[in-house]
């Protein structure tokens, strides 16, 4: 899936083999790598070998004869089918992912990874450009970013199938935005839920009506209502073909279809790629104080949900005598006359769904047991599959103390994702006409008498 070659060694690596194990089972804990790259006896003898190999593989930065790069930049081009599909989707750094989190985003994509063909690319990000249409702290920013960065690596993405990395590192990612924000249309945006449900207004509010409340459109920023058009570019910007989304994004990336098909017929060509949808199975887990309330990092009430790194004093703790039951006697599932309960063996189901056909099901099989009972069994099952979770995300933690590895893999996969961002902006920034000042944008012609110099632009003064 990724170029072969050697690389050099990353700043602040050093030849330890304990640094290589560790980090090999941060992903080799939960996936299996019968596509992983196995090194020969040659480069297993190799005490020098650069640690950088070690962790991620092949460099992404070796430069290859042309005839065998990826033409990743151009999907129009025929036979692109055979070159398996392109998925991206991202996550902002909020810290700590919770269970909400990670059932319906992040395990999704493990598996999606692990599922993948050797053709298909994959590039999951930290879209920290995001985080900043709401007011940061920026130490607090920088915290989430590195949080979230090893909660990825911890639940399984591997850096030997797929690029993970932070958005801010492509700059390319603003570029097309603008380029894209010069085509997209203000009525479609005003219609978006995002910016809405960031100002905890209506859903049929607008900017433009002469009856807006003038403090709401004085509040509402640029960059909070442009969101989705950052968001589009995100997608576009890589030639995505597939994007795992929630349903809740299920808008945001019909207005990227829109954005892009838009674009397409403004230049006449197909240079934009309509991403289609990986609609995950919707996984709803709710608070654990309010279940009528979806689990959420903005609730006040820590107790409320529970982190990917919990350990399993907490989660008991959190679901033995803060999760919010009924007095009813028996199991049933029944989300709105049952709201906890069901909560309940939704995220028992969820998080190993070999224990039933369905949370109907579960529920049927442990309809007799007592609330005590209940909570015994989610608490366990929640903590088993937590377990190698938190194991990794600690080991990777305390390593980033001594060394700054989450820092060197960010800047190995953010370095190959902008390579391919870099031939993908030339193309579009070709057929819009910037990038260059040729006539013929592809014609490379040396000039008669060579090329000139800054020094044979210089004009003499006048009457000399």
């Given at each position: 899936?990724?170029?072969?070659?050697?690389?050099?060694?990353?700043?602040?690596?050093?030849?330890?083999?304990?640094?290589?194990?560790?980090?090999?089972?941060?992903?080799?804990?939960?996936?299996?790598?019968?596509?992983?790259?196995?090194?020969?006896?040659?480069?297993?003898?190799?005490?020098?070998?650069?640690?950088k190999q070690e962790l991620f593989g092949p460099s992404w930065r070796t430069k290859q004869p042309r005839k065998q790069k990826q033409p990743y930049n151009k999907p129009d081009e025929e036979g692109d089918a055979e070159k398996g599909r392109v998925i991206f989707s991202g996550i902002q750094p909020t810290g700590i992912p919770h269970l909400g989190n990670y059932l319906g985003a992040l395990r999704e994509w493990v598996r999606i990874q692990n599922t993948a063909s050797e053709q298909d690319k994959l590039l999951f990000s930290v879209v920290d450009m995001h985080a900043i249409t709401v007011k940061q702290d920026s130490a607090d920013l920088r915290r989430y970013r590195r949080?979230?960065?090893?909660?990825?690596?911890?639940?399984?993405?591997?850096?030997?199938?797929?690029?993970?990395?932070?958005?801010?590192?492509?700059?390319?990612?603003?570029?097309?935005?603008?380029?894209?924000?010069?085509?997209?249309?203000?009525?479609?945006?005003?219609?978006?839920?995002?910016?809405?449900?960031?100002?905890?207004?209506?859903?049929?509010?607008?900017?433009?009506?002469?009856?807006?409340?003038?403090?709401?459109?004085?509040?509402?920023?640029?960059?909070?209502?442009?969101?989705?058009?950052?968001?589009?570019?995100?997608?576009?910007?890589?030639?995505?073909?597939?994007?795992?989304?929630?349903?809740?994004?299920?808008?945001?990336?019909?207005?990227?279809?829109?954005?892009?098909?838009?674009?397409?017929?403004?230049?006449?060509?197909?240079?934009?790629?309509?991403?289609?949808?990986?609609?995950?199975?919707?996984?709803?887990?709710?608070?654990?104080?309010?279940?009528?309330?979806?689990?959420?990092?903005s609730d006040e009430n820590p107790n409320s949900r529970i982190l990917i790194t919990d350990s399993k004093s907490d989660i008991e703790m959190k679901i033995m005598k803060k999760a919010l039951t009924d007095s009813i006697e028996g199991v049933t599932y029944d989300r709105q006359a049952r709201p906890g309960v069901s909560n309940l063996i939704d995220i028992m189901y969820y998080m190993d769904e070999s224990v039933a056909a369905s949370p109907e099901e579960l529920a049927k099989d442990m309809a007799n047991v007592s609330m005590r009972a209940l909570k015994e069994k989610v608490a366990e099952t929640v903590n088993r599959t937590l377990e190698p979770i938190r194991t990794r995300y600690n080991l990777i933690m305390k390593d980033e103390q001594r060394r700054p590895f989450l820092q060197d893999h960010n800047e190995v996969a953010a370095s190959a994702a902008k390579s391919i961002a870099k031939k993908?902006?030339?193309?579009?920034?070709?057929?819009?006409?910037?990038?260059t000042l040729q006539s013929e944008p592809n014609r490379k012609v040396k000039p008669k008498g060579g090329y000139i110099t800054m020094k044979k632009l210089t004009l003499e003064p006048s009457g000399v």
């Amino acid at each position: 899936m990724l170029a072969r070659g050697t690389t050099r060694p990353l700043r602040g690596l050093t030849s330890t083999r304990k640094c290589i194990n560790a980090c090999r089972t941060y992903a080799s804990s939960t996936s299996e790598h019968e596509s992983a790259p196995q090194p020969s006896a040659e480069q297993s003898a190799a005490k020098s070998r650069p640690i950088k190999q070690e962790l991620f593989g092949p460099s992404w930065r070796t430069k290859q004869p042309r005839k065998q790069k990826q033409p990743y930049n151009k999907p129009d081009e025929e036979g692109d089918a055979e070159k398996g599909r392109v998925i991206f989707s991202g996550i902002q750094p909020t810290g700590i992912p919770h269970l909400g989190n990670y059932l319906g985003a992040l395990r999704e994509w493990v598996r999606i990874q692990n599922t993948a063909s050797e053709q298909d690319k994959l590039l999951f990000s930290v879209v920290d450009m995001h985080a900043i249409t709401v007011k940061q702290d920026s130490a607090d920013l920088r915290r989430y970013r590195r949080e979230m960065m090893a909660s990825l690596l911890a639940v399984g993405l591997d850096p030997l199938k797929s690029l993970v990395f932070t958005q801010g590192k492509v700059h390319q990612h603003a570029e097309l935005m603008w380029i894209l924000s010069c085509t997209a249309s203000m009525g479609y945006l005003s219609r978006m839920t995002q910016w809405k449900s960031k100002m905890g207004l209506g859903t049929d509010a607008s900017p433009f009506e002469s009856t807006a409340d003038p403090k709401s459109r004085e509040a509402l920023k640029l960059g909070l209502f442009s969101y989705p058009v950052l968001q589009a570019a995100d997608i576009l910007l890589y030639g995505t073909t597939h994007v795992p989304v929630g349903e809740d994004q299920a808008q945001h990336l019909e207005f990227t279809r829109q954005l892009a098909l838009g674009f397409n017929a403004a230049y006449g060509r197909t240079i934009l790629t309509p991403p289609e949808t990986i609609l995950a199975p919707a996984k709803r887990v709710m608070s654990l104080t309010d279940p009528t309330k979806k689990m959420s990092k903005s609730d006040e009430n820590p107790n409320s949900r529970i982190l990917i790194t919990d350990s399993k004093s907490d989660i008991e703790m959190k679901i033995m005598k803060k999760a919010l039951t009924d007095s009813i006697e028996g199991v049933t599932y029944d989300r709105q006359a049952r709201p906890g309960v069901s909560n309940l063996i939704d995220i028992m189901y969820y998080m190993d769904e070999s224990v039933a056909a369905s949370p109907e099901e579960l529920a049927k099989d442990m309809a007799n047991v007592s609330m005590r009972a209940l909570k015994e069994k989610v608490a366990e099952t929640v903590n088993r599959t937590l377990e190698p979770i938190r194991t990794r995300y600690n080991l990777i933690m305390k390593d980033e103390q001594r060394r700054p590895f989450l820092q060197d893999h960010n800047e190995v996969a953010a370095s190959a994702a902008k390579s391919i961002a870099k031939k993908r902006l030339r193309n579009i920034n070709s057929v819009i006409g910037m990038g260059t000042l040729q006539s013929e944008p592809n014609r490379k012609v040396k000039p008669k008498g060579g090329y000139i110099t800054m020094k044979k632009l210089t004009l003499e003064p006048s009457g000399v």
